[in-house]
């Protein structure tokens, strides 16, 4: 079973090197956190397959790497300038502001508040006589009103000259829309096609918390998949597909997964239809994935106010028309979070028990690590050497531990999710060997607990394949 708590995950990660608190020896910041050893290993992991599947395979796609600040022309034009609020209301007792509508659900898990307006939210907790969670004060809330969760900044460095405002980016869909002229002239694509892109967003929000799931800056893959207008419903159910499929084969149970359709109140201001494929959290459903229908909206009107024609010409006819857009979007931090989720188990075992994280082995931070029986030295030269070996002909993930006792070191990999561990005993050296045991080493496998007497030549032609599979081959 996943994990039935956050604090049991949160526990892990810090303690395993997956989560760190941000700036945590000087009091911490906020919602921001620090992704560790195991962490980064993961997310990158997940990153890396993902832009596998849905570009590098795939010839109606082509990807970018766009700057993250932006003239700030960009976020008139997209309307997030106008329309990127949230609905906050501040304690006049303590002085603390919340999201309102955080406020009201937490407060009534049951009661739908999507697209409410500030004044509507007010009423809510007015007659609802919601208290501070901070202070425990009721009837001590301001007004709610909108806040916009654009990042501002300056550029200049030299104090008392010029300075110009720009905006951290709140969404990484912009750039691709910016640059599809650019990317249309030197690709030469043809409809349907997409615009991919990795990176980070910032958003200026006050957050409820659920450790990384929702914080001020994170990172999102998603592409712009531009279209003509008749074919949006046959792609957007396409595209719904693929979410769902990629999400079985990172390894999530579908009773966990659900797909939930955005009411008329809540769709953003550019989208025309939009569902989130969401995952039983222990904090609730979830969204993981997010899929939107946008209309030509964004190319329109950066064309408006650019002055540039954005335009699809086809090669065939010279029709000009405005592509429409789906939007796949993946929440790379939220997918983080919920793959461990998903992943944790605490099992019972015949005469013990243990933490384990059934990882993908294609995402495991850790793939194969490499244990010295011992730490005698005979032991430890001959499983560096092997682990010498592996590092340089395979591609995998690979530790060597000789810290505390065998059995100890199984628990610490099961705990971090590594799917085959290789022990180096006295018979690998010949010593107190079985006939034909020399030069042979264990291998005992992660989910299953089997271990598995191989030779090392062997050994070596199996980690190949395992590494030529996972690394390479899964789509």
Same mark, same amino acid.
């Given at each position: ?43 990158? =992991? ?19 790497? =766009? ?9 008139? =034009? ?100 910016? @640059? ?87 769709? =953003? ?23 939107? /229908? ?6 329109? @009107? ?48 015949? @005469? ?25 030295? @005979? ?7 092997? /682990? ?12 060597? +531990? ?36 020399? +030069? ?25 394949? /395992? ?9």
């Amino acid at each position: 079973m996943p994990a039935s708590s956050l604090d049991q995950l949160v526990s892990l990660c810090k303690r395993r090197g997956f989560v760190f608190p941000g700036s945590e020896i000087y009091g911490g910041l906020a919602n921001t956190w620090d992704y560790g050893p195991l962490g980064v290993e993961l997310k990158n =992991a997940l990153r890396d397959w993902w832009w596998e599947r849905f570009v590098r395979r795939r010839s109606d796609m082509v990807g970018i790497d =766009a700057s993250i600040m932006m003239n700030p022309k960009v976020w008139e =034009a997209s309307g997030h300038v106008a329309n990127f609020h949230d609905a906050m209301i501040d304690c006049k007792n303590c002085k603390v502001r919340f999201r309102a509508d955080h406020l009201i659900q937490d407060a009534c898990p049951d009661m739908n508040v999507e697209g409410q307006s500030p004044a509507a939210l007010t009423s809510i907790i007015q007659e609802k006589q919601i208290p501070c969670p901070r202070c425990g004060m009721k009837g001590t809330f301001t007004e709610a009103r909108k806040f916009n969760l654009l990042f501002r900044t300056d550029l200049g460095v030299v104090e008392g000259e010029e300075q110009h405002s720009v905006y951290l980016r709140g969404e990484i869909a912009q750039a691709m829309f910016v @640059n599809f002229k650019s990317v249309l002239n030197t690709t030469r694509k043809r409809l349907p096609f997409g615009i991919a892109s990795v990176g980070k967003a910032f958003r200026n929000e006050i957050t409820p918390g659920n450790f990384v799931y929702r914080t001020l800056e994170f990172d999102l893959m998603e592409f712009e998949y531009f279209i003509r207008p008749k074919t949006w419903e046959q792609t957007f159910g396409y595209w719904l597909a693929e979410q769902k499929s990629w999400a079985a084969e990172i390894g999530f149970a579908p009773e966990r997964l659900r797909v939930r359709e955005h009411t008329k109140e809540e769709l =953003a201001h550019y989208s025309k239809r939009t569902v989130d494929l969401e995952y039983r959290t222990p904090f609730g459903w979830k969204e993981m994935f997010g899929l939107a /229908y946008r209309t030509d909206f964004d190319l329109k @009107n950066h064309s408006k106010h650019s002055g540039e024609e954005l335009l699809y010409t086809d090669p065939d006819t010279n029709e000009k028309l405005t592509p429409h857009v789906i939007e796949p979007t993946f929440g790379l931090s939220r997918l983080t979070l919920m793959t461990l989720l998903e992943a944790y188990d605490e099992e019972k075992l015949e @005469n013990d028990s243990r933490t384990v994280l059934h990882l993908h082995p294609r995402i495991a931070p850790i793939q194969v690590a490499i244990l010295p029986l011992s730490k005698k030295e @005979n032991l430890v030269n001959k499983a560096q050497e092997l /682990y010498k070996k592996l590092l340089h002909e395979t591609g995998l993930r690979l530790d060597f +531990d000789v810290t505390g006792s065998i059995g100890k070191r199984y628990r610490r990999q099961d705990e971090i999710g590594t799917p085959q561990c290789i022990t180096v005993d006295f018979g690998t050296m010949g010593e107190d060997a079985k006939q034909g045991e020399k +030069d042979t080493v264990t291998i005992r496998d992660r989910d299953t607990l089997k271990q598995e007497r191989m030779g090392i030549a062997a050994l070596l032609s199996k980690l190949s394949d /395992y590494d030529h599979f996972f690394l390479r081959n899964c789509s």
